[in-house]
């Protein structure tokens, strides 16, 4: 993706220029707010941080192996 | 082709404007298109039971199917309707709804370009939200509440209805003072210290987390 994607008389807000998309980056927010919330309404928050997704490849009408592919950990780009 | 202005008036009127363009049309003796656009609409009513006649019988279970005029309004009713003395406020997450054409007085909201208030009779706006306090008077500084969002967008449209649409809305008491003071101290030593390696993209994520944090600060008023 480009980095500068508006006119040249609109400034990029930092994390465009950076390289992050609004909805990284605006899911980051997101992530950051269930993280501050007290312990009672945490947990049910954090399961929406769930990203995982099953697929398989067919082969010969069959479908083979179900690969599970977890994303919650990497979608945010986290720090460290 | 030359129209007399006796002509356009028993057209304007044959196609049922209101008085108001009646009158202009005939004034200047113009024909516009804004005649037979109106003209359109009134054949559109025939045309969409037309439709709905022939979709029932193989429609089976499905709904009827809905037009796009269904939803919109004539650009001259809202503004011969008068300010309603409520806002009607929406405030949709993408997982949960807070309101639902709920009658508010005020709704003050943190957008990029500052804080704003919206009444009823607002102008149509389209606002992108930054992390911050929407503050919503049901009763004007008798019933408010306050949700802490973390972005989205809020919407103001002509008929004083306003939507806010956020990722993540909670009630300003389940945000913990702790864990946010913790989280701040956290990410502003983190962006220090990004800084010096010069990656943009771990210094934009840690600016992220100060942003957020801070905000959040502010809001539970540490």
Redesign the interface.
């Known amino acids: 993706a480009s980095v500068e994607m508006s006119s040249p008389a609109a400034a990029s807000s930092?994390?465009r220029?950076?390289?992050?998309s609004y909805l990284k980056?605006?899911?980051?927010?997101?992530e950051?707010?269930?993280?501050?919330?007290?312990?009672?309404?945490k947990e049910s928050?954090k399961i929406?941080e769930a990203v995982y997704f099953r697929s398989a490849k067919w082969a010969n009408g069959q479908a083979e192996q179900n690969v599970i592919t977890d994303l919650t950990d990497g979608a945010a780009?986290?720090?460290? | 082709k030359q129209e007399t202005r006796k002509m356009s008036l028993r057209r304007a009127t044959q196609s049922g404007l209101s008085v108001v363009r009646r009158m202009e049309a005939a004034q200047r003796g113009l024909v516009t298109s804004a005649l037979r656009l109106d003209e359109e609409k009134d054949q559109s009513a025939e045309q969409k039971e037309e439709f709905l006649k022939k979709f029932e019988p193989i429609g089976g279970t499905l709904a009827p199917p809905e037009f796009p005029s269904n939803f919109v309004k004539s650009s001259g009713e809202a503004s011969q309707e008068g300010t309603p003395d409520k806002l009607k406020f929406n405030f949709f997450m993408p997982h949960d709804t807070v309101y639902r054409g709920e009658q508010v007085d005020l709704v003050l909201m943190p957008a990029v370009t500052g804080d704003f208030g919206v009444m009823p009779g607002h102008v149509p706006t389209v606002a992108e939200l930054r992390p911050g306090l929407v503050t919503i008077h049901k009763e004007m500084d008798k019933t408010v509440e306050k949700y802490f969002v973390s972005g989205g967008f809020a919407f103001v449209h002509d008929d004083s209805t306003a939507d806010v649409c956020a990722v993540e809305a909670v009630p300003l008491e389940d945000l913990d003072p702790e864990a946010i003071k913790a989280g701040l101290a956290d990410y502003t030593s983190k962006l220090a210290s990004v800084q010096a390696k010069g990656d943009d993209y771990e210094i934009a994520a840690a600016q992220v987390g100060v942003e957020v944090y801070s905000a959040m600060n502010a809001a539970v008023g540490n």
Do not use: I, T
């Open positions: 930092y994390w220029v950076a390289g992050y980056y605006s899911n980051m927010c997101a950051m707010v269930r993280s501050a919330l007290k312990p009672a309404a928050a929406r780009g986290k720090l460290g």
